[in-house]
Nanobody, 121 residues
Framework: QLQLVGSGGGLVQAGESLGLSCAAS????????MGWHRQAPGKQRELVAT???????NYADSVKGRFTISRDNAKNTVYLQMTSLKPEDTAVYYC???????????????WGQGTLVTVSS
């Protein structure tokens, strides 16, 4: 069964660092892009960062220079290293994968369960 399982997150103080990871599993042949969105209380979900299978990255302006996304294609795992965290980074972070091809099906978009990141001031 195809699934994305995220880990990491938690409570940190402003200025500290935190890492997230998300592993995809389920007879996967290939994945196009993997990345993270986040949703803060009372706000819409927004893109944080994306990395393609070829290593091309894209970041939201609000996290450029502070967050780094990386990916291990062999492990179908995506990582998000967050530094210089700010209270406004507080949100539930959702990992996702696009154009996931398994041995039996093609999935246009798959989402993880979400992990809470709380940054205190």
């Amino acid at each position: 069964q195809l699934q994305l399982v995220g880990s990491g997150g938690g409570l940190v103080q402003a200025g500290e660092s935190l890492g997230l990871s998300c592993a995809a599993s389920g007879s996967i042949s290939s994945i196009n892009a993997m990345g993270w969105h986040r949703q803060a209380p009372g706000k819409q979900r927004e893109l944080v960062a994306t990395v393609t299978s070829g290593g091309r990255t894209n970041y939201a302006d609000s996290v450029k220079g502070r967050f780094t996304i990386s990916r291990d294609n062999a492990k179908n795992t995506v990582y998000l290293q967050m530094t210089s965290l700010k209270p406004e980074d507080t949100a539930v972070y959702y990992c996702y994968a696009t154009d996931v091809i398994t041995t039996i099906h093609r999935h246009l978009e798959v989402w993880g369960q979400g992990t809470l990141v709380t940054v205190s001031s």
